[in-house]
C-alpha cells in the first residue's frame, strides 16, 4: 500500500477494524505535541502519547487533547484506553478518538510540507 492510499483510509476511518482496534499503517509523527506529552504516532481509531506522568487508567470518560505541531493545531474528543510504564519516568497512553472523522484534522498538522506526511510504519 502506497503512503498516499494509507493517508486516504486514514483519513477515511477504513483502517480500525470491527473491534475499534487500529490496524496498521500507524503514521510516526515529528514535532506533534499535545497537553499529555509528545504524539508518538497516529492511526485511523487512535493516537500514542509518551509522558512523564501516567494519565490515568482506561476509562469512558471523553476529555477534549489539543494536538499542535509548527503547521497548525486541532482540538480533538477522546478516550484513555490503555497506558503502559515503559521505563522509570517514561508512559505510553493510548487513545482513542471519541469520533473519528474528527480526527481528519491531524493530516493537515501533521503535514510537512517540505518532507511530505509522516513516515508510515
Same mark, same amino acid.
Given at each position: 500500500?502506497?503512503?498516499?492510499?494509507?493517508?486516504?483510509?486514514?483519513?477515511?476511518?477504513?483502517?480500525?477494524?470491527?473491534? =475499534?482496534?487500529?490496524?496498521?499503517? !500507524?503514521?510516526?509523527?515529528?514535532?506533534?505535541?499535545?497537553?499529555?506529552?509528545?504524539?508518538?504516532?497516529?492511526?485511523?481509531?487512535?493516537? !500514542?502519547?509518551?509522558?512523564?506522568?501516567p494519565?490515568?487508567?482506561?476509562?469512558?470518560?471523553?476529555?477534549?487533547?489539543?494536538?499542535q505541531?509548527?503547521?497548525?493545531?486541532? @482540538?480533538?474528543?477522546?478516550?484513555?484506553?490503555?497506558?503502559?510504564?515503559?521505563?522509570?519516568? !517514561?508512559?505510553?497512553? =493510548?487513545?482513542?478518538?471519541v469520533?473519528?472523522?474528527? &480526527?481528519?484534522?491531524?493530516? !493537515?498538522?501533521?503535514?510537512?510540507?517540505? @518532507?511530505?506526511?509522516?513516515? &508510515?510504519?
Amino acid at each position: 500500500m502506497s503512503r498516499f492510499e494509507a493517508l486516504r483510509k486514514l483519513q477515511s476511518g477504513e483502517l480500525v477494524d470491527s473491534l =475499534g482496534l487500529r490496524s496498521k499503517p !500507524r503514521f510516526i509523527t515529528t514535532m506533534v505535541t499535545c497537553g499529555a506529552g509528545e504524539v508518538l504516532d497516529i492511526c485511523a481509531g487512535g493516537l !500514542r502519547v509518551v509522558s512523564k506522568k501516567p494519565s490515568g487508567g482506561p476509562s469512558d470518560q471523553i476529555h477534549t487533547l489539543t494536538v499542535q505541531s509548527p503547521w497548525g493545531h486541532c @482540538n480533538l474528543e477522546v478516550r484513555i484506553v490503555w497506558t503502559k510504564k515503559v521505563s522509570w519516568r !517514561r508512559f505510553e497512553t =493510548g487513545v482513542e478518538f471519541v469520533d473519528p472523522k474528527e &480526527a481528519s484534522g491531524l493530516l !493537515r498538522i501533521c503535514w510537512d510540507p517540505l @518532507n511530505g506526511p509522516a513516515k &508510515a510504519a
